[in-house]
Nanobody, 120 residues
Framework: QVQLVESGGGLVQTGGSLTLSCAAS????????MGWFRQAPGKEREFVAA??????NYADSVKGRFTISRDNAKNTLFLQMNNMKPEDSAVYYC???????????????WGQGTQVTVSS
């Protein structure tokens, strides 16, 4: 079992930046595909970004603005978010799985989420 804990959420102005972290424990972090998803009120949880050992995939809505990275030595996943927009406001979740995919059903382990709010 893998336990995931997100941190770094908060309030930021339009055009600002924020970095989310996800600390993993209880498993072999380096072997997992790691992803970020987000869920806004009244909407489905949607894919944001994911990466395996080195390759990253991004949703079109964040491509060029967000960067996913990982530090396997520290069992930590990051999401650097730049040039943020009000539509980026959501609860952000990190997830761990075995397949590099945008499908949330393929991820087996989830964190509790961290709130990100972008003011206009």
């Amino acid at each position: 079992q893998v336990q995931l804990v997100e941190s770094g959420g908060g309030l930021v102005q339009t055009g600002g930046s924020l970095t989310l972290s996800c600390a993993a424990s209880g498993g072999t972090f380096s072997t997992y595909v790691m992803g970020w998803f987000r869920q806004a009120p009244g909407k489905e949880r949607e894919f944001v970004a994911a990466m395996s050992w080195s390759n990253g995939n991004y949703a079109d809505s964040v491509k060029g603005r967000f960067t996913i990275s990982r530090d396997n030595a520290k069992n930590t996943l990051f999401l650097q978010m730049n040039n943020m927009k009000p539509e980026d406001s959501a609860v952000y979740y990190c997830a761990a799985g075995d397949l590099l995919t945008t499908r949330k059903s393929a991820y087996n382990f989830w964190g509790q989420g961290t709130q990100v709010t972008v003011s206009s």
